[in-house]
């Protein structure tokens, strides 16, 4: 049964659109670590690598960008978290 019979005000204005994996979409064979600008989209303002479903990455690219992620990081490439705030 689909949410939107059970609670119409969560109806969408618009369908949500499928969202593509843009290493399948550019024939992307290997994530590579040294990529630190493709990587950067791929984490959050905190450090955090995003989900699946925030970023459309397939499963098998999803796999991929988290074992070059943490290597990017273990070079440097990449912060672990992100800077500190001071109050």
Do not use: W
């Not at 969408?12 to 990587?39: G, H, I, W």
């Not at 479903?53 to 397939?58: E, F, I, K, L, P």
Request: positive net charge; charged residues 40%.
């Amino acid at each position: 049964m689909s949410t939107d019979r059970r609670n119409p005000a969560r109806r969408q204005k618009f369908p949500a659109r499928r969202r593509m994996c843009q290493y399948c979409l550019d024939e992307v064979n290997d994530v590579d670590y040294k990529d630190s600008d493709r990587l950067r989209r791929f984490i959050n303002e905190r450090g955090k690598i995003r989900p699946r479903r925030q970023t459309g990455v397939c499963a098998k690219h999803q796999r991929r960008l988290a074992v070059a992620i943490k290597r990017a990081r273990h070079m440097a490439l990449l912060p672990f978290v992100a800077e500190m705030r001071r109050h």
